[in-house]
C-alpha cells in the first residue's frame, strides 16, 4: 500500500475526529473525547477488518467472494443461536456457551464458503452470481428461521426469544494501575491515563482482529503458503506447472476466508449486542470489500481503509453524545440518518479510483481449466 493511500487515511481520521472534538470540548476534554473515538473506531471496524481479510485470502488465490456479508449473517445468527442453546436447553456455563457460539460462528462461516468454493471452483458458476447466490439464501434462511425457532410452532420457548447468555468480556489491559505510581497524587495525570487506557480495553474479537491482520500479512508475503495463494491467484497456470495443486490452494484459502466472516459473524451477536434482527449486518460485507480493495489486496492496507470506516461509524455515535451542544452552523450533524450516511459515501468515493488505481490479482475471478 503506497504513501498516498496512507496519507489519505491519515487525513480523514483526523477530519473525523476533529469534527468531534470541534463539537464537544465544551462538555468533554479533548483526550478523552479523541480517545473515545480511537476506542469506538476500533470495536466498530472489528467486523470490517475481518470482513476485508476474507476478501483477501479470497481473491488472492483468485476467488472473487462477495457473499462476504451472507457469510456474516449467517455466522452472527448460529453462532446467536447456538450460544442459546447451548445456555438454555443444554444448561451449559455461560463462559461455555458463549465460546461455543464463536465457534458455530466460524464453522458456520467455513460451511458457507465451502459452498462458494464449490461452486466457484470445482462448477465453475460465475463468482458473483455465486457470492449473490450466498447473500440471498442467507437474507432467506436467517429470516424464516429466526421467525420459526423463536416465534413459530417449532419454538422451544413458547413463541418468545430467551434470554442470551451474555457477550464476550471486556480485556482489561492494567495500564492505570501501572502508571498510578508514577502519576501519585495528581489528578490530571491519572484522569489523562484511565482516557488511554479506554483504548485498550477491547473485547477478544477485537483484539484478535488486529493480531490476525498482522499474522495474515506475514503469512501471505513471507510464508510458501503465502507464496503459493498469490500464485495461483496471479498464473494458476505456472503455479500448476510447478507442482501447486491449484485447486487444493484456492479451496483452502477461499474456507479460511470464510472463517474470517464467521468471526465478523460472531462480533455481531456475541460480541457486541446478544441479540439477532433480520440484515443486522447491514452492509458491512460490502463495505468490507471496499476495504480490501482500497488496501490493495493487502491485509494492513485492508485494515487501514477499514479504520477509516470505523470512524466514520464512530463519528455517528459520539455525535449522539454532544448532540445538545452541536453549534448552530453544525446543525446538520444532529440528523442521525446524515452523519450515518458517511461510511457509505466513503465507500462510494474510494470505488471511484479517486484516489488511485488498485490492481487486482491477475487471475482474479477466473476460472482455472487444468
Not at 464467521?262 to 460485507?285: D, H, M, Q
Request: with cysteine; net charge positive.
Amino acid at each position: 500500500m503506497d504513501w498516498k493511500r496512507f496519507s489519505f487515511i491519515a487525513l480523514i481520521i483526523i477530519v473525523l475526529f476533529g469534527v468531534v472534538v470541534m463539537v464537544g470540548h465544551t462538555k468533554q476534554p479533548p483526550l478523552l473525547i479523541i480517545t473515545s473515538m480511537l476506542a469506538t473506531t476500533i470495536a466498530v471496524a472489528t467486523p470490517l477488518t475481518l470482513g476485508a481479510l476474507s476478501g483477501v485470502f479470497c481473491e488472492r488465490a483468485g476467488v472473487v467472494n462477495i457473499g462476504i456479508e451472507g457469510m456474516m449473517l449467517m455466522a452472527a445468527f448460529f453462532g446467536w443461536v447456538g450460544a442459546i442453546y447451548m445456555f438454555h436447553v443444554f444448561e451449559l456455563g455461560i463462559g461455555i456457551s458463549i465460546a461455543l457460539g464463536v465457534f458455530f460462528a466460524v464453522l458456520t462461516g467455513a460451511i458457507m464458503s465451502l459452498l462458494h468454493a464449490a461452486l466457484s471452483i470445482t462448477f465453475k458458476v460465475d463468482q458473483i452470481i455465486g457470492g449473490t447466490v450466498i447473500n440471498i439464501l442467507a437474507v432467506g434462511l436467517t429470516g424464516f428461521l429466526n421467525r420459526q425457532l423463536f416465534f413459530g410452532k417449532l419454538s422451544v420457548f413458547g413463541g418468545t426469544v430467551p434470554n442470551s447468555p451474555g457477550v464476550l468480556p471486556t480485556l482489561h489491559v492494567p495500564i492505570t494501575e501501572l502508571f498510578t505510581p508514577i502519576c501519585g497524587a495528581a489528578t490530571t495525570c491519572l484522569q489523562n491515563v484511565q482516557a488511554i487506557n479506554r483504548v485498550f480495553d477491547q473485547k477478544p474479537i477485537a483484539i484478535a482482529a488486529i493480531l490476525l491482520v498482522f499474522v495474515s500479512h506475514y503469512v501471505l508475503f513471507n510464508t510458501r503458503w503465502g507464496l503459493r495463494t498469490r500464485a495461483v491467484g496471479e498464473h494458476p497456470q505456472a503455479a500448476d506447472t510447478v507442482g501447486i495443486n491449484v485447486t487444493k490452494m484456492r479451496y483452502a484459502n477461499v474456507i479460511i476466508g470464510g472463517m474470517f466472516a464467521g468471526l465478523a459473524g460472531a462480533y455481531f451477536t456475541i460480541e457486541s449486542v446478544p441479540s439477532f434482527e433480520p440484515l443486522l449486518t447491514n452492509g458491512r460485507g460490502f463495505i468490507s470489500l471496499a476495504a480490501m480493495i482500497f488496501g490493495n489486496w493487502t491485509p494492513i492496507g485492508a485494515w487501514a481503509a477499514a479504520l477509516v470506516f470505523g470512524a466514520s461509524q464512530a463519528l455517528q455515535i459520539n455525535m449522539q453524545i454532544f448532540r445538545d451542544v452541536i453549534p448552530p452552523q453544525w446543525a446538520f450533524l444532529q440528523q442521525s440518518y446524515i452523519v450515518g450516511l458517511t461510511p457509505y459515501i466513503l465507500t462510494m468515493i474510494i470505488l471511484t479510483g479517486i484516489i488511485g488505481k488498485t490492481t487486482p490479482p491477475a487471475a482474479d475471478g477466473v476460472p482455472y481449466e487444468k
